[in-house]
C-alpha cells in the first residue's frame, strides 16, 4: 500500500450526532466530502494496481528493443498512475480536514 492519507473509519462521520448540549446541525459540504473520500479509498488499491499485470506479462508477450522501450514507457505510467491514487486521497483528505463536521443550526 502506498502513503495513504488516515483511512474514513477513522475520521468524523456525517452520520455522528453533534456534541451534546450544542444548536449545531450536520454540515452538507462535510458529508459530501467524507462520501468522496470513501468512494475514493475503497477504489484506491484498485487504481494503484491497475497496470501491475501488464508490466508483469510484458516481457514474457513481445522480447526485442520496442518490447523494453514499451515495457519501460508502462513502468512509468504505471508509477504515476500510483502517485495519482495516493495524490486523489490526499487532496479529499485535506479538503475535508478543512470543513467543520457541524455548522450552526
Known amino acids: ?3 495513504y492519507p488516515p483511512s474514513p473509519g477513522t ?11 450544542a ?11 467524507y462520501e468522496a473520500y ?4 475503497a477504489g484506491a488499491d ?3 494496481a491497475a497496470l501491475d499485470p ?3 506479462t510484458a516481457g514474457d508477450a513481445w522480447v526485442g528493443p520496442a518490447a523494453r522501450s514499451w515495457q ?3 513502468e512509468t505510467q504505471r508509477a504515476q498512475l500510483k502517485k495519482a491514487a495516493t495524490q486523489i486521497l490526499w487532496d479529499i483528505y485535506g479538503a475535508l480536514s478543512k470543513v467543520p463536521p ?3 443550526k
Open 54 to 56: 501488464p508490466v508483469r
Open 38 to 41: 470513501q468512494r475514493a479509498y
Open 1 to 3: 500500500m502506498s502513503t
Open 72 to 74: 519501460n514507457d508502462l
Open 11 to 21: 475520521l468524523h462521520s456525517p452520520s455522528d450526532p453533534p456534541p451534546p448540549g
Open 102 to 104: 457541524f455548522i450552526p
Open 46 to 48: 484498485t487504481l494503484d
Open 23 to 33: 444548536a449545531m446541525r450536520p454540515n452538507p459540504e462535510y458529508a459530501e466530502l
